[in-house]
């Protein structure tokens, strides 16, 4: 009975999403026929659709002076015409994440606009599941004992981490970047020094930085203990290779996937979540080099190299991949791999929903014959030849998410 659970769903040897804030978005039009490119098989002005799986972020309110786009219009509870298109991406999975409740950089955030953003969560049964800080000093709301971040204090106007929880928030992004290509990797001479190299730069040049940087190690998540009691996981996003950033627009977007980055996520066999602004300065077109990467990227998803996918998915992958706890016993002349149903993690027992169990792969014996089970019912699975390490397994198929019918009005 030789079972173990393999890092990522077979065949694959690393993983990414990418996680791309909607700060300056030129148009709900630009914004939807990007999305139909990334997702979909598709002719559309940016080419002829990749079919990958890639989400993306909204705003509920813009408070700033600047064009946005988000569901209400400005501060007011009128809906846009993105709101019905915010809430089917919401429902397919297309939108995982809220990059604040809104862009508040000039002030003016206090509960009560989380408040009425609950209401339309609960009016459409809407779950939000990643949680992204944005803004600068005046910007309250966001979560994490840092500097000017009050979100998940109590006691001020901008409370409202306990809302979070209610509308099915479970993964935060408080600001910690990376430069290491692949999280939680192979312990190759790349990783280590890097990592050193961050944990050098944290202890001299950044040491007076109270707001977040980099985590000591290389996780793509830590827990996260809130100063309301909440808990919630605290991803990393990895911004680039060379240890700097500009706009992070659309641009050096092409520069971030560029093909020594995606061969040696590869090599390192990591696990990463990319963090872009892509929707900033995407006009009609794109440039040749980012179509080029994009591309690269495609023919590593179909070669079976890269498994990508949305960001809220990878998380919670990556959580039930570390947490999920089983049983191995043998009925005649097959082995049963028995799922518990619930994971013990830091943040305490969490259950566990049958579609989240989708890509999980064991390693098993050659010649034995297996079955998985969970909650007392046997759970379609696909027996996997040998992968590179000479091991056949068993997995979980993982179904691509449904990419909705999407009419701008």
């Known amino acids: 009975m030789n079972v173990s659970l393999r890092k990522f769903p077979f065949p694959y040897r690393c993983a990414l999403a990418i996680s791309s804030d909607i700060d300056n978005a030129s148009s709900l ?17 940016y080419g002829l659709g990749l079919d990958l799986e890639i989400g993306n972020s909204f705003w509920f309110f813009n ?37 604040s409740w809104g862009n508040f950089d000039q002030g003016g955030f206090n509960r009560s606009y989380a408040e009425r953003c609950m209401q339309i969560c609960d009016k459409y049964n809407l779950k939000i599941p990643v949680w992204i800080n944005h803004g600068v000093g005046l910007n309250h709301q966001k979560i994490g004992d840092y500097p000017e971040m009050y979100g998940d204090v109590p006691n001020h106007s901008s409370y409202h981490s306990d809302i979070l929880i209610k509308i099915g928030c479970e993964f935060a992004w408080t600001g910690k970047t990376t430069h290491i290509i692949g999280q939680n990797a192979n312990k190759n001479i790349s990783v280590l020094t890097k990592e050193f190299i961050q944990w050098i730069l944290k202890q ?21 203990f809130l100063r309301d009691g909440n808990k919630i996981w605290e991803f990393t996003r990895y911004i680039n290779a060379w240890g700097n950033a500009g706009m992070l627009d ?13 061969k040696r996520l590869i090599f390192n066999e990591g696990i990463m979540i990319l963090y872009t602004h892509f929707n ?8 040749k080099k980012l179509y080029k990467n994009l591309k690269l990227l495609c023919d590593f998803a179909i070669q079976n190299d890269i498994f990508i996918t949305t960001t809220a998915r990878l998380l919670k992958f990556w959580e039930l991949s570390n947490f999920i706890s089983y049983d191995i016993r043998n009925v005649g002349k097959k082995t049963i791999i028995t799922l518990n149903d619930n994971l013990h993690t830091p943040l305490g027992i969490k259950p566990i929903e049958n579609i ?24 379609n699975t696909i027996i996997n030849p040998p992968d590179e390490t000479g091991k056949k397994s068993i997995t979980i198929p993982w179904k691509k998410l449904d990419y909705p019918n999407i009419n701008i009005i």
């Open 29 to 45: 039009n630009n914004f939807v026929e990007f999305m139909e490119f990334l997702n979909t098989k598709r002719q559309t002005k």
């Open 63 to 99: 408070g700033s002076q600047s064009s946005q786009l988000s569901y209400f219009e400005g501060l007011t509870t009128t809906e846009t015409k993105m709101a019905p298109i915010i809430r089917s991406y919401l429902k397919s999975g297309h939108i995982d994440s809220l990059h």
């Open 204 to 224: 001299t040049k950044y040491r007076n930085i109270k707001d977040p940087i980099y985590d000591n190690g290389n996780n793509l998540f830590n827990p996260l």
């Open 250 to 262: 659309l641009n050096e977007f092409a520069d971030q996937i560029q093909p020594r980055v995606l």
């Open 280 to 287: 900033e300065n995407l006009f009609n077109s794109i440039s």
């Open 356 to 379: 989240y169990l989708q890509g999980l792969t064991f390693y098993i014996g050659l010649s034995e014959s297996y079955s998985i089970v969970f909650k007392g019912e046997e759970i």
